[in-house]
């Protein structure tokens, strides 16, 4: 049985974030493939995270610049090792290299984090998110990262496009890789409640998420205002996980701006919503919360920020914009309108069965991971430039690493 190490930045909680769902999509897969899983992470537990040992996965706690994890390593030796996001390869890749040079190195990135933070930081100073990433260390480091790896998991085609042509890297060593979802039947779909048994707008994301919150405030401050005196008996419903005081200030019954805080079943909270909003300014990655919505029938209001990765501005389960007004406007007719309420929630049922197929999805990766495998020695040396990065970055982390080990050591 081949064994699989995970390495996690945190603990997955699917129930609370993209991320962590996108991560059980993945375990999901390799127990498809019969592995042997073992989950670690240096992350302290949350009560949302989801347990893996009752899905007979094992979880080890791992500790940072700590000979231990070597030994770990060499005591199970795995034949794959799964870093979730390009911190944990910065911070482990060099020892799973040391100890195990055969395994097959997987970065799953989630989504660019420098170009979130990119367009975050452009987003705050009106100024050009590519000039921003293009000079960044985060860049530099998250590309190094790529490289490092035999494969990098991307979870949108604008992000495999932005690397191909600004970053020049190669296709060998990036794969395409969205949601894995099972779709959706027609049984399920007249299952869902109809336009007349829903009411009210839904807002959900995790908190601890920038974009979550500017886009809440966004809605608080730019849209609701106006939308609510054209649909006055409607409410905002704002849902998420690990809302801060800041967010939890935003709650105001007078307004019908309710902040409800974690949904403990996100999936009926949207299905009961006619439809959900999501002005997102800056991000990256797919948002999970739009696909959740086009999986519940529930047609959506988002900018073009928000729909990227999932489908083209001309196919939408509601509307894409970035005008204020037009958001607007587009909320209030998808709220009042049933006929175009239905033809938008089919657009939905759509996009999510053609873009986000469980089988087709696991099939790829399955082929190409069999491809990596039989020929690990070729694959690598048409990398050179990953070698190179390898070769730098051992030397400088192994004695900063090793510096900082001995430092603890003389501390106890």
Not at 16 to 36: P, V
Not at 65 to 85: C, H, S, T
Not at 259 to 283: T, Y
Request: charged letters at 30%; proline letters at 4%.
């Amino acid at each position: 049985m081949p064994r699989l190490l995970v390495i996690g930045y945190v603990w997955p909680e699917p129930a609370s974030s993209a991320a962590g769902a996108r991560m059980m999509q993945l375990i999901e897969f390799f127990k498809k493939e019969n592995c042997e899983i073992t989950f670690a992470t240096t992350a302290k537990e949350t009560e949302n995270k989801i347990d893996l040992s009752s899905l007979g996965i094992d979880q080890v706690k791992i500790k940072l610049n700590d000979p231990e994890f070597d030994d770990f390593l060499k005591g199970l030796m795995p034949e794959i090792v799964l870093f979730d996001r390009f911190m944990m390869e910065e911070q482990f890749g060099w020892r799973v290299d040391s100890i195990c040079p055969e395994t097959i190195k997987i970065l799953d990135t989630e989504d660019l984090h420098f170009l979130r933070n990119a367009r975050q930081q452009a987003f705050k100073e009106k100024s050009n998110a590519e000039d921003i990433y293009k000079n960044s260390e985060l860049a530099k480091r998250e590309i190094a990262a790529i490289y490092r790896s035999d494969l990098s998991l991307i979870i949108s085609e604008p992000e495999m496009e932005l690397l191909r042509s600004d970053f020049r890297i190669p296709d060998e060593i990036l794969f395409f890789l969205p949601f894995m979802l099972d779709p959706i039947t027609e049984n399920e779909q007249k299952e869902l409640p109809g336009f007349s048994e829903r009411k009210d707008f839904i807002s959900i994301g995790n908190f601890l998420h920038e974009p979550n919150w500017n886009a809440v405030l966004f809605l608080k401050e730019k849209i609701w205002p106006e939308l609510r005196k054209q649909l006055p008996a409607a409410k905002m419903n704002v849902f998420g996980a690990y809302p801060s005081q800041k967010v939890l200030n935003l709650h105001n019954p007078k307004e019908n701006f309710l902040v409800h805080g974690w949904a403990e079943d996100a999936n009926l909270v949207m299905k009961n919503s006619r439809v959900c909003l999501a002005p997102i300014q800056f991000g990256a990655g797919l948002k999970g919360k739009l696909v959740e919505a086009m999986k519940n029938g529930t047609p959506s209001v988002t900018t073009s920020i928000g729909a990227e990765g999932i489908s083209d501005l001309e196919k939408w389960n509601g509307y894409i914009t970035n005008d204020v007004q037009a958001f607007i406007e587009n909320s209030k007719e998808l709220y009042n309108n049933e006929e175009l309420w239905r033809e938008k929630q089919n657009t939905g049922f759509e996009i999510y069965n053609e873009r986000f197929n469980l089988n087709s999805h696991q099939e790829r990766l399955r082929k190409v991971l069999s491809q990596i495998k039989t020929n690990s020695e070729e694959h690598r040396n048409s990398n050179f430039t990953g070698k190179m990065l390898k070769h730098h970055l051992h030397k400088s982390t192994y004695f900063m690493s090793r510096f900082i080990e001995e430092k603890n050591r003389n501390k106890n």
